[in-house]
């Protein structure tokens, strides 16, 4: 059975347990019982190779000891003793090791959620045909994972959480951290920038085993909600992280901006904030120059303050931060007063469709030297193709122009042209940091002269009035027979 298979019978085993509701449940099911199989199955590759290594599961929750025997506990003894034991043995657990101090993270906020112990054996006999220390099919799941979490988006208010794989791998790929550099994501969802930044790494610049360990070491990471925070402890270990207490579950808004010193300062910030949202009561009280609730805007005032000079960033922003007033002028201001805001990349509505549909740019920028001109690029829908969509999402092979255009690390050699301008500080000054400024060499749409136009919407209208009354007749002869 292949793990994509394999993942889709639990869904139909979940589906008939009366206590899961909905895809956000049935995720947060499996992801806590794929945690603790992929735990267990790294503990035990760790138990052979390390003399001195001892699993923080107590040896009677470990999943070899309740979950592994197809035979063992089921109906209400396996339900009892997931509620009653495992569940209060996790929470409870005591964080003397980075890795126990993870899994009790995890389990902090989680909660099973079936209700039949029959079933829930079933569920668990499944997860007991992967095998997480082969690497081929922990490779192969890894995909499926990712699949998952894009799934999750049918959840309803889970769209915050994800971040095409494309846009993510671009944004990895302009930033080239090398192993070393403090990584960070403050509001890291499912961990699609990390993930991407490790990939990125190994394919690019790990050599060494000392490699690989200077950049586990040097990665960061925050999320506040439950769900996603487990789903990206989970993506971190089945990327070869053993110890992914570098994720902390919590909300990074939350400290006060002069709170954050020097010895907290990253090198690299690569995030995609929850935008369109409020922060809770008193939340605003932590960012005195710049007083807000909008999420976003107080995560970009964040970003500058987490920098090191130098330091570089990349963050998905929605047009409202490029366009807005206020606040968000003086936000702006700060931004390229204090940083070098080198690049804008204008991605269409139809980037984030169907979960969200709304204009987003991802802004590049280094900490250090203030803005003396900002380039644009505008990417565009392929030709033949009227917008992304969830059958035709943007791939990596569609922001190739602007690959090639960016010029390296150094950016240079960039060009005008039909998709690239350029406005210089003075100018952005002048138009009161108003940001979202439309490309110069685009064609304006001829949208034809308006007097045909105000004709042909008279004769419509009239079609339309035609066609009421045309019904209406036949509903007034339907209705009197």
Request: charged content about 25%; overall charge negative.
């Amino acid at each position: 059975m292949s793990v994509r298979t394999l993942v889709k019978s639990l869904q139909q085993i979940m589906w008939k347990d009366t206590g899961v509701d909905g895809d956000a449940q049935r995720l947060s099911q499996m992801c806590w019982m794929f945690f603790l199989k992929i735990v267990d199955d790294q503990d035990e590759a760790l138990e052979l190779t390390r003399d001195d290594y001892t699993s923080p599961i107590p040896a009677d929750l470990q999943w070899r000891a309740w979950a592994a025997d197809p035979e063992g506990m089921t109906g209400d003894q396996l339900l009892s003793f997931v509620n009653e034991e495992l569940f209060p043995g996790l929470k409870g657990l005591r964080p003397a090791t980075p890795r126990a101090r993870t899994i009790r993270d995890v389990f902090e906020d989680a909660y099973n959620f079936m209700k039949s112990g029959q079933l829930l054996r079933q569920v668990i006999n499944k997860i007991n045909e992967i095998d997480f220390n082969n690497l081929s099919e922990r490779q192969h799941f890894g995909d499926i994972y990712e699949q998952l979490l894009n799934d999750l988006q049918n959840a309803g208010n889970a769209g915050e959480y994800y971040t095409p794989r494309a846009v993510t791998a671009f944004m990895v790929e302009r930033i080239d951290p090398r192993p070393g550099e403090i990584v960070m994501d403050p509001a890291c969802g499912t961990g699609g920038f990390l993930t991407c930044a490790m990939r990125h790494m190994r394919a690019r610049h790990i050599r060494l085993p000392e490699h690989e360990d200077a950049m586990q070491r040097s990665l960061r990471a925050v999320e506040k909600k439950p769900l996603p925070h487990m789903l990206c402890v989970t993506n971190m270990l089945l990327n070869g992280i053993e110890e992914p207490h570098f994720v902390r579950h919590d909300n990074t808004l939350a400290r006060p901006l002069t709170s954050w010193t020097r010895d907290e300062r990253v090198d690299i910030v690569l995030t995609n904030p929850p935008f369109g949202g409020k922060e809770e009561d008193g939340i605003e009280n932590n960012f005195p120059t710049f007083r807000t609730r909008e999420t976003a805007d107080l995560f970009l005032a964040l970003i500058i303050r987490l920098l090191k000079p130098g330091g570089r960033a990349a963050v998905v922003l929605p047009d409202g931060s490029l366009f807005g007033e206020g606040i968000k002028t003086r936000l702006k201001e700060h931004l390229m007063a204090e940083c070098n805001l080198h690049t804008i990349v204008r991605l269409p509505n139809s980037v984030f469709k169907p979960y969200a549909s709304i204009g987003t740019n991802l802004l590049f920028f280094e900490k250090g030297t203030p803005t003396t001109e900002t380039w644009f690029w505008e990417h565009r829908v392929p030709e033949g193709q009227k917008a992304y969509s969830m059958t035709k999402p943007i791939r990596l092979d569609h922001l190739a122009g602007c690959a090639d255009w960016w010029g390296g690390a150094t950016r240079e050699g960039r060009v005008e042209g039909p998709q690239a301008w350029k406005v210089s500080a003075e100018e952005i000054k002048a138009r009161g940091y108003n940001l979202d400024i439309k490309n110069p060499h685009a064609e304006a749409e001829d949208l034809g002269d308006p007097e045909h136009l105000l004709a042909a919407l008279d004769e419509a209208e009239a079609e339309v009035t035609r066609l009421r009354a045309a019904l209406k007749e036949i509903l007034t002869e339907a209705l009197a027979r």
